[in-house]
């Protein structure tokens, strides 16, 4: 069942480590197929070293098991509430990668300062409020996704695939796994780079034309950037 999908969603899985964006066993990537309603996430808690794609856990939107042996992700419900939200996205991938985290830990947006970011993010990368007490006493798991569709009131998640959650870390998504862990790296790019742009010159930023220049570029009908 879904055979592709879960090679697909191992690799994600794979490309965390590869890329120095998870340690031991932390962060998780998701996929999901539309036109089935079925998600593949990695099983919790399971080392990358020994992670097969047999091993990847198949829920419906509802998140109960149709295949697999293992218990999903402990984040499975954000990332169903994800993609029940923004229709548009195949893939979630949620990391502790150190810089991201910084600036989720402060609750702090990473600001749009330069070209790197814009070519990925058509404004900043949004953070979340902090959860409240009863929210993290009660279904926290699904309050983490509360918060971040909340944020995401007016803002394009298709624009912006990524969010921090305050005190937490970040999430970001994508159009299959492959995009949504290649969004997850450049996230953590961009947030180790605001942060030495903001300790250099704390009143600097991208203006609107130069954010929107670099960000069609390659994106939308009208991209420009790589190969037909």
Known sequence: MLEQLKKETLEANLELV??????????????????SGLVVIKPSGVDYDVLKSDDMV???LDGEIVQGKLR?????????????????????VHTHSEHATAWAQAGRDIPALGTTHADYFHGPVPCTRELTDDEVNGDYVLNTATAIIERFDGI???AVPAALVAGHAPF????????????AVVL????????????????CG???TLLDRHYFRKHGASATYGQK
Do not use: C
């Open 18 to 35: 590869r890329r120095g964006l998870v340690l031991y066993t932390f962060g998780n990537a998701s996929g999901i197929d539309r036109a």
């Open 58 to 60: 198949v829920t419906n």
């Open 72 to 92: 999903p992700s402990s984040d499975l419900k954000t990332h169903l509430a994800l993609y029940k939200a923004f229709p548009g996205i195949g893939a979630v």
């Open 156 to 158: 394009d998640p298709i």
């Open 172 to 183: 970001a998504w994508g159009k299959n796994p492959h995009d949504a862990a290649h969004n």
């Open 188 to 203: 953590e790019a961009v947030a180790k780079m605001a942060f030495m742009t903001v300790l250099l010159n704390s009143q």
């Open 206 to 208: 991208v203006s609107k």
